[in-house]
């Protein structure tokens, strides 16, 4: 049987169908709204629970935005990236008004620096969106397991193909499950627009994957 790189993404993704938040993402929108509350009134051990809750999440997403590793948390990279988020989201929590969840407007501050980051990049910068797929099992032929590694490696050489607006839809859709709305708001750019970066990120993946489908 052929590799499939697209079922080691799959297992980072949330929900193929992506249905709507399970009530104990909405009692955790409600815990944020209080610890949000707390800390714009200076409580720091509240705006700490909010980094511990979500820095994990936001970590992995600046991870496969920006490639690399150090050791088993993302790139040094994403790591400062995350760091500097939660620096700037600390300074303007006045600004925030609740209009949307409080993970959204994290996943907006990272997905920003990360841009950034990127479009300062060389092209050939390397990128390590995708994480190697898990120890195989004891049945698994060598010939299978080798060719495993190297449909995920193509997968990560395809994403590097990307441009950084592509890659952060397509990330953000794929392996996060974010709606449309949530994508266009991280991103900066309208709905339309998120659309049309993920048909062409989707064509230019699936072309350059056809090998290993």
Same mark, same amino acid.
């Given at each position: 049987?052929?590799?499939?790189?697209?079922?080691?993404?799959?297992?980072?993704?949330?929900?193929?169908?992506?249905?709507?938040?399970a009530d104990g993402e909405e009692a955790d929108a409600?815990?944020?709204?209080?610890?949000?509350?707390?800390?714009?009134?200076?409580?720091?051990?509240?705006?700490?629970?909010?980094?511990?809750?979500?820095?994990?999440?936001?970590?992995?997403?600046?991870?496969?935005?920006?490639?690399?590793?150090?050791?088993?948390?993302? $790139?040094?990279? =994403?790591?400062? =990236?995350?760091?500097?988020?939660?620096? $700037?989201?600390w300074r303007r929590l006045p600004e925030f008004r609740?209009?949307?969840?409080?993970? $959204?407007?994290?996943?907006?501050?990272?997905? !920003?620096?990360?841009? !950034?980051?990127?479009? =300062?990049?060389?092209?050939?910068?390397?990128?390590?969106?995708?994480?190697?797929?898990?120890?195989?099992?004891?049945r698994a032929s060598p010939a299978r397991t080798v060719e495993n590694l190297a449909a995920v490696r193509a997968l990560r050489e395809a994403l590097g193909g990307l441009s950084p607006e592509q890659r952060a839809c397509w990330v953000l859709r794929e392996f996060h499950g974010l709606a449309y709305e949530e994508i266009a708001r991280a991103v900066g750019i309208t709905q339309q627009a998120v659309r049309g970066r993920l048909f062409r990120a989707r064509r230019y993946l699936m072309e350059a994957m056809e090998p290993w489908r």
């Open positions: 049987m052929e590799a499939d790189p697209w079922a080691e993404a799959e297992a980072e993704r949330p929900d193929a169908e992506r249905p709507d938040p409600d815990d944020d709204a209080l610890l949000v509350a707390r800390a714009r009134e200076g409580d720091e051990a509240a705006f700490e629970a909010l980094v511990h809750r979500h820095g994990p999440v936001l970590l992995r997403l600046a991870g496969q935005l920006l490639g690399g590793r150090a050791g088993a948390g993302g $790139s040094a990279d =994403a790591e400062d =990236a995350v760091q500097d988020a939660f620096v $700037s989201a609740g209009e949307a969840a409080f993970r $959204s407007w994290m996943y907006r501050i990272v997905t !920003n620096r990360c841009l !950034n980051l990127l479009r =300062a990049r060389r092209p050939t910068a390397p990128l390590d969106a995708v994480a190697e797929p898990a120890a195989p099992e004891a």
